[in-house]
């Protein structure tokens, strides 16, 4: 929500310093994004005199101007002077009050106002249109001022353009401050200021009634619980006034002509989108009457909006039509080509309508299709609104557009509203809060939101204003109570609890624990959106058995966000491909979050929590003495391997992966992880097909953690060894083993094997040659320790432990000694 300052000053007082209402925002819930000074693209650009008009000595068509700016009126050297300046402009004469470009201007376009030379003259400036200042879309020459117009006075101030504009981020919670008049009760009650608001009125009703001109009729009121319409006569397009154009352009629109700026003005002050009918497009039906009906749209029916865009409309749209047949608009979202207000306009149809939030909001975002009015419905207008913002239009029309008000306003009321009323408690209001608040200071505030309050007794009776749906119970009184009192003044206190104390909880502490490891190993933390496209897992080609059903959302807030994610996969994939867009090339991330499993059985979808990574590009940063190193599939068993070492996860295997039931990896280059048999999760490089449906041309290692498997598996203590101090012996054997033999296996049975003298073992080679070993064979090469924990070992100790590791292996694996 923009938000003039100067707009603003007009409906109630401001601090001086506009820095002052942001800080009062921020405290009270508003978040400020911006704060903006307008005219400052105008700067070095005045209002002039024409001192004299002479013809350029070298041209038929140019003027040779001395132009009188006031106090500015120097020369090069700095000696008080007119400005000289050519001119090919043909309306103006000598006297005239005009705007001037001065030396150091940057005009809209990208035009800098420099000393030149035209035809063999100097030049000091320019003398300006208002469509070159970038104020009318159009103009006929320079811009004449009125002749009492001062001389040297800064554009911007004469305009009024400069102005404060602040750029408030409203919460769906808060409809009443997508509104002027909204923001100016919320400053009302933080700063404790009256609100005025001075609204034009008409001033002569003529012609007939506007009943005897239109009907409305509402054929299903949830859709539509109110319809209010006024007709206007004779209107004359044409500019705006210059104050209504600055306001307009001020909440952020484009000002097109005075009726359009007219119902835009009004939806930015009352916060009531209004939309105008050319009258005379509307079919007179046999009872001389305008026939409007208001009704759900059929399946597969068509429109053509003002974007000039043919939509395909489905039933749970609602449409504006004429007699119930050609829709005219569609409701609360865009009005329709075909009815669109012209120059060649003469008598508008205006519509102040409440449409229901949730119809609204889906049509939006079911055809894409996001405007000003459709926000403020899809977040609820006040529904005793329509009359009063129809009356301000009509006002207008009739002073901006030399209008003819017909008399009444046609008022179709399908679900009278009533007012909500709820109980509040002084006393809960400061046990909830933990703050002296007072009755008085209570009454204040909630009276200077618009509440009615009744204090005779206790508890407190408030009625709720009807532009605050968000009130309905007693917990958003007492927020709305503490906001404005300041939740910074509330003491900081222990809680009251006896016997206990702060701390995280085991599981809190071990989950802290898996995010410094994983940031330790190099990966930085994301988190992406819990809502997913229901194609993710289709276009990761991840089968979705064990995953549940799909968590729909009822609302999305877009179109490919509409069900609860059941992978973490898909979200980290497309931050790898964001990355890569913007030229990132090394990608490494984890998240710790939940995925939502839906059952038919039962009423809450499992919420279970994972640990998930990708990598991408190289592990390091190119160096004079490493070259760096394209992560694979070990990089990421490494970080796994490392996570669980710290978890202390004991019995650790990592199985191949079946590749019918795992995919979205690449087989031959994923796995299982298991804890005993459990079954941890999984890890592997993303096949090609699911990465190029995700738009990315580079290989991703992933992982995938069950994090409750992660933390029932993790060990607290485990029992103390002592630092060895005794020497070791290290032996080398490479050993002849059939093809099938995998490392898992191999080093389990030499582990067994070992017996209490192995302390350690390694694999460091595996090599294969079909001419030097035989085809289907390889040699596998370990590094074993031998150590006694009490003696240091003899020679014959050791042979005779080596010897009987060597024939268990033989006996085992059918290996063999390569010499």
Same mark, same amino acid.
């Given at each position: 929500m923009r938000i003039s300052y100067e707009w603003l000053k007009s409906m109630v007082e401001l601090p001086e310093n506009p820095d002052d209402l942001c800080r009062e925002f921020v405290r009270t819930g508003t978040e400020v994004e911006t704060v903006e000074k307008t005219g400052a693209n105008l700067d070095h650009v005045v209002t002039g005199r024409v001192v004299s008009k002479t013809a350029h000595p070298n041209s038929d068509h140019m003027w040779l101007t001395q132009i009188n700016v006031g106090n500015l009126n120097v020369d090069e050297h700095g000696l008080p002077a007119p400005l000289q300046i050519v001119c090919g402009a043909q309306n103006f004469n000598e006297g005239d009050h005009i705007i001037v470009a001065m030396i150091g201007a940057e005009l809209p376009g990208g035009i800098k106002i420099k000393k030149s030379k035209l035809r063999g003259v100097d030049s000091y400036g320019m003398n300006c249109s208002l469509r070159e200042l970038g104020l009318a879309a159009? #103009?006929?020459?320079?811009?004449?001022?009125?002749?009492?117009?001062?001389?040297?006075?800064?554009?911007?101030? %004469? =305009?009024?353009? !400069?102005?404060?504009?602040?750029?408030a981020e409203i919460t769906p919670n808060r409809p009443d401050c997508l509104s002027m008049r909204g923001i100016a009760v919320e400053v009302g009650a933080i700063y404790n200021k009256d609100v005025h608001f001075d609204n034009p009125t008409i001033t002569d009703e003529k012609g007939p009634q506007a009943s005897d001109l239109v009907s409305v009729e509402v054929v299903d009121s949830k859709l539509c619980p109110r319809y209010a319409a006024r007709v206007v006569r004779n209107v004359k397009i044409g500019p705006s006034p210059e104050w209504l154009a600055r306001r307009v352009m001020a909440a952020g629109a484009r000002t097109i002509n005075n009726v359009v700026d007219i119902t835009n003005y009004v939806m930015y002050l009352t916060g009531q989108p209004l939309h105008a009918f050319d009258l005379d497009k509307v079919t007179v039906q046999a009872d001389g009457k305008r026939h409007i009906v208001v009704r759900a749209a059929h399946e597969g029916e068509k429109l053509t909006t003002l974007d000039e865009q043919e939509r395909t409309l489905t039933s749970d749209m609602a449409v504006i039509t004429d007699n119930g047949q050609t829709p005219l608009a569609l409701a609360g979202v865009m009005g329709g080509l075909d009815s669109e207000v012209t120059s060649n306009t003469v008598d508008v149809l205006l519509e102040s309508a409440v449409f229901n939030a949730g119809h609204i909001s889906r049509t939006s975002r079911n055809l894409d299709l996001m405007s000003e009015a459709s926000i403020r419905y899809e977040r609820k207008v006040d529904p005793t609104g329509c009359v009063d913002a129809a009356n301000i239009a009509a006002a207008l029309f009739e002073q901006c557009c030399d209008a003819e008000v017909c008399s009444g306003v046609v008022d179709c009321v399908c679900e009278p509203f009533e007012p909500v009323s709820i109980s509040l408690r002084p006393d809960r209001v400061r046990a909830l809060c933990g703050a002296p608040i007072t009755n008085a200071k209570m009454e204040t505030f909630l009276t200077r939101l618009g509440c009615k309050v009744d204090t005779n007794s206790e508890p407190w009776n408030i009625i709720v204003p009807s532009n605050r749906p968000d009130l309905t119970r007693e917990a958003d009184l007492v927020e709305e109570v503490l906001r404005l009192w300041g939740m910074d003044r509330v003491e900081p206190t222990l809680p009251a609890a006896r016997n206990h104390h702060g701390g995280l909880t085991t599981d809190q502490v071990r989950v802290r624990q898996i995010g410094a490891t994983l940031r330790a190993c190099g990966l930085n933390e994301t988190s992406t959106y819990c809502f997913a496209d229901h194609r993710d897992l289709e276009l990761l080609n991840m089968p979705k058995e064990d995953r549940g059903l799909p968590v729909v959302l009822l609302n999305p807030l877009v179109a490919d966000q509409s069900e609860m994610r059941r992978s973490m996969l898909p979200g980290l994939l497309r931050s790898v491909a %964001?990355?890569? /867009?913007?030229?990132?090339?090394?990608?490494?991330? &984890? *998240?710790?979050?939940?995925?939502?499993?839906?059952?038919? /059985?039962?009423?809450?979808?499992?919420?279970p929590s994972f640990v998930a990574g990708v990598l991408c590009g190289e592990n390091s940063l190119p160096s004079w003495n490493v070259k760096p190193k394209i992560y694979d599939f070990f990089d990421a068993k490494g970080i796994v391997e490392q996570l669980l070492k710290s978890l202390r996860i004991q019995k650790v295997r990592f199985v191949p992966a079946d590749s019918q039931r795992y995919s979205w990896l690449q087989p031959g280059r994923s796995a $299982?992880?298991?804890?005993?048999?459990?079954?941890?999760?999984?890890?592997?490089?993303?096949?090609?097909? !699911?990465?190029?449906?995700?738009?990315?041309?580079?290989?991703?290692?992933?992982? *995938? =953690?069950? $994090?409750?498997?992660?933390?029932? $598996? @993790?060990?607290? *203590?485990?029992? &103390? $060894?002592?630092?060895?101090?005794?020497?070791?012996?290290?032996? /080398?054997?490479? =050993?002849?083993?059939?093809?099938?033999?995998?490392?898992?296996?191999?080093?389990?049975?030499?582990?067994? @094997?070992?017996?209490?003298?192995?302390?350690?073992?390694?694999?460091?080679?595996? &090599?294969? /040659?079909?001419?030097?070993?035989? @085809?289907?064979?390889?040699?596998?090469?370990?590094?074993?320790? %031998?150590?006694?924990?009490?003696?240091?070992?003899? #020679?014959?100790?050791?042979?005779?432990?080596? #010897?009987?590791?060597?024939?268990?292996?033989?006996?085992? =694996?059918?290996?063999?000694?390569?010499?």
């Open positions: 159009e #103009s006929n020459g320079i811009a004449i001022l009125p002749a009492d117009a001062p001389v040297g006075m800064p554009i911007a101030q %004469y =305009l009024g353009l !400069s102005d404060v504009i602040i750029d %964001y990355n890569l /867009d913007h030229g990132v090339a090394n990608v490494a991330l &984890y *998240e710790i979050g939940r995925c939502f499993f839906g059952s038919a /059985d039962a009423s809450q979808p499992a919420e $299982q992880i298991f804890a005993g048999k459990d079954l941890l999760g999984w890890i592997g490089n993303v096949h090609p097909t !699911s990465l190029a449906h995700f738009g990315i041309d580079a290989d991703v290692v992933a992982f *995938e =953690l069950a $994090q409750d498997v992660l933390l029932s $598996q @993790a060990v607290r *203590e485990l029992p &103390y $060894q002592e630092v060895p101090t005794l020497p070791g012996v290290t032996m /080398d054997i490479a =050993l002849l083993v059939n093809e099938d033999v995998t490392a898992e296996t191999l080093m389990q049975r030499v582990t067994s @094997a070992g017996g209490k003298l192995l302390a350690e073992a390694r694999l460091f080679d595996i &090599y294969r /040659d079909p001419l030097l070993i035989a @085809a289907g064979k390889k040699s596998m090469t370990v590094s074993l320790v %031998y150590r006694a924990v009490d003696h240091t070992l003899s #020679s014959s100790e050791v042979e005779a432990a080596h #010897s009987k590791l060597i024939e268990k292996l033989k006996r085992g =694996l059918g290996a063999e000694l390569r010499g």
